[in-house]
């Protein structure tokens, strides 16, 4: 098992005594966006803890979108390795932000936490940060990314979007959604 899949030891994603979950999602069947809504304002941070796969056949970037903005405000920097190569890269101007790698078919399940910071300030510019990685037995990937949402308005919903929106979230993926005080 890789070390960031030992993070989530079982199918259920605990939140720890310092976040309260404010909703899970396991999908039981095969679904192609997953929407968090009418996200409470009253907490500092937002956590996503997602175990998740496409049916694309091959690894796949999870993206984000918030409060169902589609204009181009959004960017990212990454950073990535696979024991043999890294890499670097950036993109801005984008209708969502690209996430961490996820599987792309029902055995393999990427991991990722994303943290969402200061999401119900009105005052600057939100900040994600984003750990993740996937194991294809023997091979695979860690990533480490930071995003950038170009908006003041508290986050209130969150949309999780496969690779290119024509793929699906397959069974058994499990998002979790938890905000901490």
């Known amino acids: 098992m890789s070390p960031i899949l030992g993070i989530i030891a079982s199918s259920k994603l605990v ?4 976040y309260a979950s404010i909703a899970t999602t396991t999908l ?14 009253t ?3 937002l956590q996503l ?3 998740a796969s496409t049916n694309r056949g091959t690894t796949a970037n999870m993206q984000v979108r918030f409060n169902s903005d589609s204009g181009s405000n959004y960017s990212r920097h990454y950073l990535y390795g696979d024991g043999a190569s890294a890499g670097a890269g950036a993109s801005a101007s984008q209708t969502l932000i690209s ?5 792309g078919t029902s055995t393999t399940f990427g991991a990722l936490i994303v943290d969402v910071l200061d999401y119900a300030n009105t ?6 940060r984003n750990l993740g990685g996937i194991d294809l037995n023997g091979s695979g990937e860690i990533d480490l990314q930071s995003g950038l ?3 003041t308005a508290a986050i209130t919903s969150i949309t999780l979007i496969t ?7 397959l069974t058994n993926s499990d998002i979790c959604a938890a905000v901490n005080s």
Not at 15 to 18: H, I, L, P
Not at 28 to 41: A, E, K, L, M, Y
Not at 99 to 103: A, H, K, N, Q, Y
Not at 163 to 169: A, E, K, L, P, R
């Open 15 to 18: 939140v720890s005594n310092s």
């Open 28 to 41: 039981s069947s095969n679904t192609g966006t997953i929407t968090f809504s009418s996200i409470p304002g």
């Open 43 to 45: 907490y500092t941070h």
């Open 49 to 51: 803890r997602c175990f």
């Open 99 to 103: 996430l961490d790698r996820i599987g």
């Open 123 to 128: 005052n600057k510019y939100k900040t994600v």
């Open 149 to 151: 949402w170009m908006n």
């Open 163 to 169: 690779v290119d929106g024509t793929m699906n979230f």
